[in-house]
């Protein structure tokens, strides 16, 4: 499935190019927190993906992986927006939003 290898690659880029250019000040104000969230959408991203191949391959388990990865990307979707509200970026809570409808959309694909 071509929307899980974009959305995992995507949020692997995403928390790159931020490392990168030092846009994420909690890894001085709250570093466990913060890597404990990098950790778990790097988990989610790395399902995705895996799902993603899997899919593409059309494995026999890749069904389940890609049900249990897509309820993971909706968790990160529902509690990752706080942040950015917080911060009066409306425009990625459309985005998050996006991701959401996406993401439901591709269930009907997958099963």
């Known amino acids: 499935m071509l929307y899980a290898l974009l959305v995992g690659f995507g949020m692997v880029a995403q928390w790159i190019v931020s490392c990168v250019r030092k846009q994420i000040p909690e890894l001085e104000t709250e570093p466990y927190r913060i890597w404990f969230h990098i950790v778990a959408e790097m988990v989610t991203a790395l399902c995705l993906v895996i799902a993603g191949v899997a899919l593409l391959q059309e494995a026999s388990w890749a069904v ?47 099963i």
């Open 64 to 110: 389940p992986l890609y049900l249990v990865a897509i309820g993971m990307l909706f968790y990160t979707s529902i509690v990752s927006p706080g942040y950015f509200a917080q911060k009066g970026q409306w425009g990625l809570l459309v985005m998050f939003a996006v991701i959401i409808i996406l993401g439901l959309l591709s269930i009907t694909f997958v």
